[in-house]
């Protein structure tokens, strides 16, 4: 038998996204997580196979889009295709951003 009271139970969870829908700035917050997520899906088509599991979305804001590379070969390969990236998020509607790329730092 299961605790329904548990830190797992449906009412955490509710909880959760009642604090996440009901503050300004966690709303903020998870619609430019989603925003970041979308860009990233969008380029999906574009990234070659072997680099799309090394690129994560990072922070979307007004001054850019950041893409995590998993390492430094990877963000130099991103970073010349800067152009067609931005064509693709272009193409696709959305917001023209510049892209930066940054490298996952390792702990």
């Given at each position: 038998m ?22 300004d700035a966690?709303?903020s ?39 995590l ?28 951003l510049?892209?930066?790329?940054k ?5």
């Amino acid at each position: 038998m299961t605790d329904s009271t548990g830190p797992h139970s449906g009412a955490a969870t509710q909880s959760i996204a009642q604090a996440l829908a009901s503050s300004d700035a966690l709303s903020s917050l998870t619609a430019r997580i989603h925003a970041s997520q979308a860009r990233l899906a969008a380029l999906q088509a574009v990234l070659q196979a072997p680099i799309r599991a090394q690129v994560r979305a990072g922070p979307l804001d007004s001054e850019g889009f950041t893409l995590l590379a998993a390492s430094q070969p990877v963000a130099a390969k991103l970073r010349n295709m800067l152009p067609a990236l931005e064509a693709c998020l272009a193409a696709q509607g959305f917001t023209q951003l510049p892209i930066r790329v940054k490298v996952l730092a390792l702990r």
